[in-house]
């Protein structure tokens, strides 16, 4: 339990999750042939660069591929994949990264964009951690670590993680995990932000560490990656939390140093198989923002570069789960359909999935079962939450407070971060990793029993088809759509096409939905299943017919 008299009555000082510079992202025009190495810019085409050499020399600025590697090689590593799936993957050869200072970006954008192989130039804002702001200290969270030091043995705070219980309030983690790989076996996720402890006492097994970009040394984005990683990924013992799929394999991937969001998720993508998971935990100020709180902050695909490096991965049959972000912005707004300044002339906004689809799933934030650690203050369960963002494009939610996890140390505290845990963690940074614990829990027992993993698309048609449904509050009426919370128990017997039964003996073979048991069962009044396979039918839930 959180023991206010154990709080600093001091000022904590840290930075809270200092952002990453702003980048100028450039797009050359594919017929040009834009090739930029360490001794400049050359046209492998015949294109005359002179103009675009001599404004990057006058200028002391550096153009460079934005994804880390050659053209040539980026090109043909698209043009294999593209043979291999028969899916129209993004050119991603033709993105670059302007090195310069950050006061200077607009105006080198606007000279850029006036070059005759240059399609398109534009600045990104700053990417940011997708949790809640306290609106009077603008700090993220509210949380600080409890100067008391910390037990020679944490307690066990499994009881604390409501979000593992049976559906509606949970997702039903603890049933998965009866399954054979229903702990995540065999999968593999890779978590993009800023920094972690891997050092954490709960983070020490099925662990790969940091494998890409430079974490950044602010408590505020490495406490984040920590309470992140240890929704999904702590690790099963006696102690602290449990993961929500404790075997699965996870690794992270930094945003700093250089390598920026679309970098990571290339990096990320190229690492990983057909199956395996990414977690995007970053959002971006959009054309709304107000620059009060995080109001207007959007999930970073609406930028160019970060939706193709999106598609990229989930060409390669990566899943991929995005936050939604913390805006309290209604994503079908008209406004989202204008590009921002610098954006190419086709761009279309892929918000709407019916101009494009990145393949990603999108997350937002539910309120958790009230009374949660004895709190009764954020709407019914599973209603959306008054800073997430929402829309069509939302594809599922998760609890957006009260996450129990590593991290912060406002549950368990003291001088050693190793042992710090929360019970606060919030915003779609939470909700995000709830949904990819899931997502991972049924990928590991498709692998377990040999059965082809999960794609983007099913895994997207999977939480939309099944789950706890949204509920209204206030002010903040279903219809503006977060989506269901998952239910692990409904997308295993869903996805494994198990035998349904009725009270009456009555079966169906047919994957389980709801449309199907619609067809000839709607006088039934309780839909059971075999789920684990025994012969014996466990009870699923009621059926009323329509």
Known sequence: MTNSTNRPTAE?????????????????????????????????????????????????????PLFGISEEQIKARTASLAAETGTDVPNLSVYYRVEAPDERLEELAARLREQEVVEAAYVKPPAELPVVLNETSKRLNDMVPLTAEAPSVTPDFTARQAYLDAAPG???????????????????????????????????????????GTQSTDLGWRNHGTAVVGV????????????????????AISIFGGLGSAGAICQAADMLNSGDIILIELHRSGPRSTGNWQQGFI??????????????????GVIVVEAAGNGA???????????????????????NRANRDSGAIVVGA?????????????????????FSNYGALIDA??????????????????????????????????????????????????????????????????????????QNAPGRPSSQ?????????????????????????????????????GQGTGALNWLVADVDGDGKAELLQPWNSP
């Not at 790989?181 to 790969?208: K, P, S």
């Open 366 to 386: 539910g309120a958790p079962p009230p009374g949660t650690h004895g709190r009764n203050i954020y709407g019914p369960d599973r209603s959306r939450l008054d």
């Open 232 to 251: 999904f990924g702590s690790d099963r013992t006696t102690f602290g939390c449990t993961g929500i799929c404790p075997d699965a394999n996870v690794r």
């Open 12 to 64: 904590f000082s840290r930075r809270e999750g200092a952002p990453i510079e702003r980048e100028l992202i450039v797009i050359a025009r594919r017929e040009a042939g834009l090739r930029a190495t360490r001794e400049g810019v050359a046209s492998v085409e015949g294109a005359d660069v002179t103009p675009l050499a001599d404004l990057l020399t006058s200028e002391s600025v550096t153009l460079r």
């Open 329 to 351: 912005e209604n994503l079908d707004d008209p406004t989202y359909n204008t590009p921002a300044p610098g954006f190419p002339s086709d761009w279309t906004n892929p918000f």
């Open 170 to 212: 949970g997702i039903d983690a603890r049933y998965a995990w009866t399954q054979p790989g229903g702990g995540g076996a065999g999968v593999r996720i890779v978590d993009i932000e800023g920094a972690w402890r891997f050092t954490h006492e709960d983070l020490t097994q099925n662990q790969g560490g940091v494998v890409g």
């Open 299 to 316: 999930a970073i695909e609406w930028w160019p570069d970060d939706f193709d490096a999106i598609r990229y991965a989930t060409s390669r």
């Open 397 to 470: 939610q998760g609890w957006g407070y009260e996450v129990t996890t590593c991290g912060y140390g406002d549950l368990q505290g003291g001088s050693n971060e190793d042992f710090w845990y929360t019970d606060e963690f919030s915003g779609t940074s939470s909700a995000s990793p709830i949904v990819v614990g899931a997502l991972a829990c049924v990928q590991g027992v498709l692998r377990t029993r040999g059965v082809s993993p999960l794609s983007p698309p099913a895994a997207r048609n999977l939480l939309r088809t099944t789950g706890s449904p949204q």
């Open 481 to 517: 759509r977060i989506g269901n919370r998952p239910n692990l128990r409904e997308m295993l017997v869903f996805q494994l096409g198990l035998i349904v039964y009725g009270w009456d003996g009555t079966q169906m073979t047919t994957k389980w939905s709801t449309g199907d048991i």
